[in-house]
Each structure stands twice: as structure tokens, then as C-alpha cells.
């Protein structure tokens, strides 16, 4: 199989794709059966073409006019020579012409690069040839580009688009309703029913596409695999506009998955064959299953591409490895810095009270307010700083009035049997280390500062990547606090909107920097306070190792020094201090 071409030409004006194709076609009919020449005669090789897009287009019209007759009236056309509806054949040219963006791609770029994607990933396609001619999935994407250049009801950035949102100009019903023609007939003749208004990458693969559904106000990244029998669906009429799922690029969504509501899937997840997803996916997850949970970490970058369809390349969420002791991970994390001894283990109930699997109801200052005369001390101080009383309510009106940059408690519920972590055993059956963040404690707290779930799911399931397999961590879902304090601000920068400076507050147990209403800070109060011993503790490592760094460097002059002062040298270098510096800490090993 020769290397891929560039997208157009080579330098010198040559359409490579075009090229390519026709030397494809010639041999085909110098060796194959006489009954392939009139087809290739009358679309490939036609005097007409002068481009690839010409040729797709070509086929395209011959496709759907076989295949849908009475839609579009077979007829010999003059100038093409080719038995297809000029209506359709012009359609599609008009939208191959267009310089509308779908997803940031023309239509030439997109068309172009998924026939590409096919050879490259389909090991049944050997040719371009065999793309455009026989890959229905091919030929249904370049029907749904075009009807999408036709459909009126789009916002500026060429999304679907509600109804008040739509342009003011007039705009011809002709159109909408080519749209639908077209998009109709497509999914008649290939199976594949693809709303006009749904957004595509470019270098997506439809694998086989039979029985593939995607909604009006789904989009699709680049790079995608998307195999036969899979549903991008919606909800039902709820007063919501946007209903269908939204994927990320280079996801690889296998046979038979039903991806259902305005869901993110993040870059580069893969979602096994039948699973049914009803929540948000992060970005490099692997979800199976119905619902959806996740099982592990995706490998490679682009699963899309790759094409993993039986899950071999993954990471698992939890090692199958016999797990270290609690004891064993505390040592770990000890020698770090980052927490203390069981003694002060806490679970989730204790860190957010009140919160009974997964629902966040309101916190009950009572349930709270225990522990030593220090805690209540810093009870009494949040109440001089907390003007607004408890809840961060008016009590006369019961509407909150909150000072600027303090946010208000935020209550949501969860349902855990559809939470995508189930896999992990709950944080209540072991005793989180003081200082470590469980998943619903972190939930609650991005909750405060605006976040959306799938941006929540994002960064929990990027700190978890921080954590060995083999851990206690890793295995009850919580996030050390020596991880939590180091790459929050970098993960939430990356996935959330939050400003980098209340980033690192969090990340640091900075409560009063974060100016969070009385019930929010009452829930998080124990949290952020082993929080902020934690990073105590961590500091103090430091200062202590750098001062006995510098005591050893010290001492180890002193013995070079002397060495060399009793053999009669009057200078020294850099290696004598080295050479004496091992022979002070093999004598101390003596």
C-alpha cells in the first residue's frame, strides 16, 4: 500500500488524491470482469472530473439515484454522461464548493481526509478506489456534509441552533426541506441517519454504519471510529434545545453503544461495544458496560485512530495485584510529607455531613461542630467573617445576599447506580488518610465554584492518574493529598473555568481565600484544615531536609579539609570534597 498523499497536491498544481484514484480505476478495469468498466467509465474516469471532489460528488449521485429512484429520477445527463439526478449531482457540488465550516473543516478538507482515515484504518479497504466506492459509511458522511450546507437553522458558529437564536434574515424554506431530502434518502439507501444539523470532524470513520443514529444537536470530533449500531440520541422534549451528546476528538465508540443526552465524551476515550453511556466520559477513559462505567485508562492518544475495538490496550483503573497494606501506603505517603497516621482518619460522612450516597443535602451545623477547642475557636472566628448568618441566606426573605467572590452552597443530587467510578469500592469501607480528598467531597467543592459534571469527572479522573494502580488510593477512589496539592491548579486549568488563583486555593485548604458561604465552609472545614497541616507538614520536610543538606555539605568541607590539612596540601578541589564526603558517610554506615 503506497504512503498516504497530501491533502491536494503535491506542488505543482497536481491534484494527488485525483491521481492517485484514476491510476486506481485504470487498473481495475485492465484487470478486472468488463462488467466494473461502465461504472468507473461513468463516474472515476468521466471526461467531467476535473478534481477528487468531482469524483465523490460522482458517486455520491450515482449512489443515492440507484438506490432511491423515485426521489431522484435516473437520467442520462449530457454534460456528465452519467445516469444520476443533476439535481442531487448538484447539491452536492454546490456544498463541495462552500466555504462553510463544519467542526473548523470545509467540506473538501473533511472529504478528504475521511477517505484517507479509511484506508489508513480499515484493514478490509486497500484503496482509496474502494473508499468512495464501497464504503457506504463514506458515501453517507458526504450526503450529511452537503444537507448540512443546506440547513438554514444554525447559529454563527455553524452549530444547530434553537429557534430564537436563529438568524433574523428570511431564509428559504427550499432549503430545510432539501435538507431533510436529502438527508432522508441517505438514511434509506445506507442505514445511516444523520441529522442535518449535527456537526462532524474531519477524518471520521463510520465502520460498517449500518443502524447509525446521530441527533440534530450532537457533535463529533475529529478523528473519530464509530462502528455499526451506534446511537447519538437525545432526550425528549424537556424545554431543552440541546439534547444529544457531545464527543470529544479521536474517541473510538464501538459496535452497538448508545450514547444518550447532552453528555460530553472527552478526547481520546474509547467506550466498549454495547455499553450504554448516561453520563459524562473523561477525556482517555475506557467505559463499558449498561449503564456506563469506566475500567481503566486509555494508553494511547488517539484511540480513534487505533482502533482498539477488544480493549487490549488499557490501563486498568484498579491492578488485579494484591493491594499494599494501609499501613505500608501511610509509610508511603509519610515519607512524603503529605499526611499523618490512621488516628486521624476521617470518611466522607465525617468530611461532608449529611451527604448519604451521593445525594449533597444540606449540611446541619451540628453534625459538624465537634472536636477540640481549636476547631471551635475557628467556628467562632468564621462567624465574625460570615456576615450573612447561616446558609449565606437572608432570613427575612429567604433569597441569599452574598458579598462579592463568595459563592453559595450548591446542592445536586447523583444517582451513584449510573455514576461511570462505581468501579472503585466506596471511600466508606476504609479509612481515608487525613488530608485525602474522596471523589464526592471533591464533587461538592467544583460544585461551589460552577463547574458542570463532566468537568468534575475530568479532573477527579485526571488525579486519579496520579495514584498507583496497586494503592489504597487508587483502589477506594480518594486522591493523596501530597497529588492533590501539586496538580489541581494545573488539571483544573486545563478542564474547568476556575481562576488559577482559586485553583491553588483549593488545592491548598485556603477556606478563607475562597470565601465560600457558611455551609460550604462548615462542610469543608475538616477537609481544608488537614488540607492546610498537610502543606504545613510538607513545608516543614522541606526545610528541614534543606538544612541538613546543608549541615552534611558542610561537615563533609570540614573533613576534606582537615584530610588535607594533615597530608600537606594547602588547596583542594571540588573532587577531594567529594571523595572525603564518601568516606564521611561510609564511616557513619561503620
Known amino acids: 500500500m503506497s504512503p ?4 491536494f497536491s503535491n506542488g505543482d498544481d497536481e491534484d494527488v488524491l485525483l491521481r492517485r484514484l484514476r491510476e486506481e480505476a485504470t487498473d481495475v478495469i485492465s484487470s478486472s470482469d468488463p462488467a466494473t468498466h461502465r461504472v468507473l467509465e461513468l463516474t472515476i474516469l468521466s471526461p467531467s472530473v476535473n478534481s477528487f471532489e468531482d469524483a465523490v460528488a460522482n458517486v455520491a449521485a450515482h449512489r443515492l439515484a440507484v438506490f432511491c429512484p423515485s426521489a431522484f429520477p435516473v437520467q442520462e445527463s449530457e454534460e456528465a454522461a452519467l445516469p444520476c439526478s443533476p439535481y442531487v ?3 452536492i457540488q454546490d456544498a463541495l464548493n462552500s466555504s462553510e465550516l463544519e467542526a473548523g473543516h470545509t467540506m473538501k478538507d473533511a472529504i478528504r481526509e475521511d477517505a484517507l482515515a479509511i484506508v489508513r484504518r480499515d484493514p478490509a479497504c486497500e484503496t482509496i478506489l474502494e473508499a468512495i466506492m464501497f464504503m457506504k459509511g463514506f458515501v453517507a458522511l458526504v450526503c450529511h456534509r452537503a444537507a448540512r450546507r443546506l440547513w438554514p437553522n444554525k447559529d454563527a458558529d455553524g452549530n444547530a441552533a434553537p429557534p430564537l437564536a436563529r438568524s433574523s434574515h428570511k ?4 432549503n430545510r426541506f432539501a435538507a431533510l431530502l436529502l438527508q432522508s434518502q441517505a438514511a434509506a439507501a445506507f442505514g445511516v441517519d444523520i441529522h442535518p444539523a449535527a456537526a462532524i470532524g474531519a477524518g471520521v470513520v463510520f465502520d460498517h454504519a449500518t443502524g447509525v443514529v446521530v441527533g440534530e444537536t450532537a457533535i463529533i470530533g475529529d478523528g473519530c471510529t464509530i462502528l455499526h449500531g451506534v446511537t447519538l440520541g437525545g432526550t425528549a422534549k424537556d424545554g431543552s434545545f440541546d439534547r444529544h451528546p457531545k464527543v470529544g476528538k479521536d474517541v473510538l465508540i464501538g459496535a452497538g453503544s ?8 472527552g478526547h481520546g476515550a474509547k467506550i466498549g461495544s454495547g455499553a450504554v453511556v448516561l453520563r459524562p466520559i473523561p477525556s482517555y477513559a475506557t467505559a463499558v458496560g449498561a449503564p456506563a462505567k469506566i475500567i481503566g485508562f486509555a494508553k494511547e492518544k488517539r484511540a480513534g485512530s487505533d482502533c482498539d475495538v477488544t480493549l487490549t490496550n488499557v ?7 494484591k493491594m499494599p497494606s494501609q499501613e505500608s501506603f501511610l509509610s508511603q505517603e509519610s515519607s512524603m510529607g503529605s499526611i499523618t497516621s490512621t488516628t486521624e482518619a476521617t470518611t466522607d460522612e465525617d468530611e461532608v455531613a449529611g451527604l448519604d450516597e451521593g445525594e449533597l443535602s444540606d449540611a446541619p451545623s451540628d453534625n459538624v461542630q465537634k472536636g477540640s477547642d481549636e476547631d471551635r475557636d475557628e467556628d467562632e472566628d468564621d462567624d465574625e467573617d460570615d456576615p450573612i448568618g447561616m446558609d449565606g441566606e437572608n432570613s427575612s426573605n429567604g433569597t441569599a445576599v452574598l458579598p462579592p467572590g463568595c459563592s453559595q452552597w450548591v446542592a ?5 447506580e449510573f455514576c461511570p467510578f462505581r468501579a472503585l469500592q466506596s471511600s466508606a469501607s476504609c479509612s481515608v488518610p487525613a488530608g485525602a480528598v474522596t471523589r464526592r467531597v471533591l ?4 460544585l461551589q ?5 463532566d468537568e468534575i469527572g475530568e479532573v477527579y479522573f485526571a488525579l486519579l492518574r496520579y495514584t498507583s494502580p496497586s494503592s489504597e488510593a487508587r483502589r477506594h477512589g480518594y486522591i493523596p493529598p501530597c497529588a492533590f496539592k501539586r496538580y489541581v491548579p494545573e488539571i483544573a486549568a486545563e478542564y474547568t473555568k476556575i481562576p488559577p488563583c482559586r485553583a491553588r486555593a483549593i488545592a491548598e485548604g485556603d477556606s478563607k481565600e475562597l470565601r465560600l458561604c457558611r455551609r460550604a465552609t462548615i462542610a469543608f472545614k475538616k477537609t481544608f484544615r488537614e488540607l492546610r497541616k498537610a502543606n504545613d507538614k510538607v513545608g516543614t520536610s522541606r526545610r528541614v531536609m534543606s538544612s541538613v543538606s546543608s549541615l552534611v555539605d558542610s561537615m563533609a568541607s570540614a573533613a576534606a579539609a582537615v584530610a588535607l590539612e594533615d597530608s600537606g596540601k594547602d588547596d583542594f578541589d571540588e573532587g577531594d570534597i567529594g571523595t572525603s564526603r564518601k568516606l564521611h558517610w561510609a564511616d557513619k554506615q561503620k
Open 412 to 416: 445536586k443530587t447523583h444517582n451513584r
Open 443 to 446: 464533587r461538592a467543592i467544583l
Open 449 to 453: 465554584e460552577g463547574c458542570e459534571e
Open 258 to 265: 448508545s450514547i444518550l443526552g447532552n453528555i460530553k465524551i
Open 171 to 174: 431564509i428559504s424554506a427550499g
Open 315 to 321: 490501563e486498568p483503573l484498579v491492578s488485579s495485584r
Open 4 to 7: 498516504p498523499p497530501s491533502l
Open 89 to 91: 449531482l448538484r447539491l
